[in-house]
C-alpha cells in the first residue's frame, strides 16, 4: 500500500498505520476567525454561505493557515450544514447567532427533501477542493468531511443547534420509523458527499458527530455507530483506498471501542478522553488523533506547554494524529498557535 501512495505525508502514514516520530498536526476548525485573514476574506464575501459557495474564496481561506503554521493536514472550508442546504432546506447563518433551518417536524418535512444532492450547492465544495489539492504540496494532506448523520438531524430537527439535543432524541423516541427514515436520508447523501470529495482531490475524509455524547448507549448504537457503518462499508467499496476519521464527540470509551471494530482509520478523542484508557483500549486497531482543550490553546502559559508534553509522551510510539479535542475558538491568540506548532514538533 504504502508504496502505491502519492503522497509522503505524515497525517497519510499515520492513517495508513505508520506511527511517526513528531506526531502529524492540524487543528479542527483551523480556517476560521481567530486568523485575521480569514476575518479580512469573510467580510470580502459578507455571507457564510456566499464563503463556502465561492470556489476561489474556499480554496483561499483552506490555505490561509497551511501558509502561516505549516500544518500537516489542510481540511476543506466547507460546513456540516451543506449538506441539508443541498437536501434543499432553507439554511442561513445569522451573524453571531449560529445557524438556523426551517425545522423538519412531521413526514411531509421529510418528503419535501431532494433525494440527490442539489449540484449547484455541492459542486463548489468540490471545486474547491480541486483548486486546493493542486496547490498543496505534497507533504500536505487535504481533508474532506461531513457531518454524521445524528448530528447533522439534530439540527435538521431543530432547526438551530441546542444544548441537549432534545427536539431529536424526543423524535427518536416518540416516531422512531419517521427519524429513522431521516437517517437513511443521511446516510445516502453522506455516502455521495465524501465519495464525490474524495473524487475531487480528498486524500481522507473525517465525520464530525459532533452530539454523539448525549445518546444512552442503546440509543448511540443505533443512531451513531449503525449510520457511520453503513457510510463506511459503502465508501470502502466504491473507493478502495478511502481514508476515513470519525470523531464521535462526547462518546463514552465503551462507545469508541464499538467504532473502532468498523473499517475506520482513525478515530478523533475530545479533551475530556483519558488518554491512558484510550491508548490501551484504541491504538491497536485505529490511529487516534487529539486532544488539546480548546481553552488551553486560549489560556497559553505553562500549562499548554505541559498539556502538549504529556499528550505526545501519552500517545508516544502509537499511530498519534496532534489536534485540538474540539474546535480552536475565536479568541485564540496566534502567539498560542505558533507555540503548539513549535512544542508539538519539538524533538523529545
Ligand atoms: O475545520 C475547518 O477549518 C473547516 C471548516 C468547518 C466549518 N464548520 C466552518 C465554519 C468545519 C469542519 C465545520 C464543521 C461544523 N459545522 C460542525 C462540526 C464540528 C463542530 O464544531 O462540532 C458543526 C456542528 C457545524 C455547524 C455550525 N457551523 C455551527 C454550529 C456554526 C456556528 C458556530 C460558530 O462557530 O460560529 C457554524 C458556522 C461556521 N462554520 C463558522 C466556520 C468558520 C463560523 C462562521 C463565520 O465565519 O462567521
Redesign the pocket.
Known sequence: MSELRAKPSPFLNVLDGFPQDTPPLW???????YLPE?REV?AKAGD?LT??YTPELAAEV?LQ?IRRFGFDAA???????VVPHAMGMNVR?E?GE??RLDPITDRAGLEALRLLLDPAKVQPVYEAINKVSAQLSRETALIG?C?APW?VAT?MIAGR?TDDQGPARMMALRDPDLFQALIDRLVDASIAHLGAQIDAGADAV?I?D??AGVLDPASFDRWCLRPLRRIVTALRASHRNARIIA?P?GASLEAMERLAHLPLNGIGLDWTVDRTAARERLVDKVAVQGNLDPLRLIAGGAQLEEEILSIRNDFEGTRHIFNLG??IK?ETPLAHVEKLVEKVREKL
Open positions: 487543528m479542527m476548525r483551523q480556517a476560521g476567525r480569514y469573510r457564510f464563503l463556502c483552506t493557515p481540511i476543506i472550508f466547507s460546513d456540516i450544514l447563518f451573524a449560529g445557524p468531511f457531518g448530528t439540527y443547534g473525517q464530525f459532533s452530539w470523531f464527540k474540539h474546535g475565536p
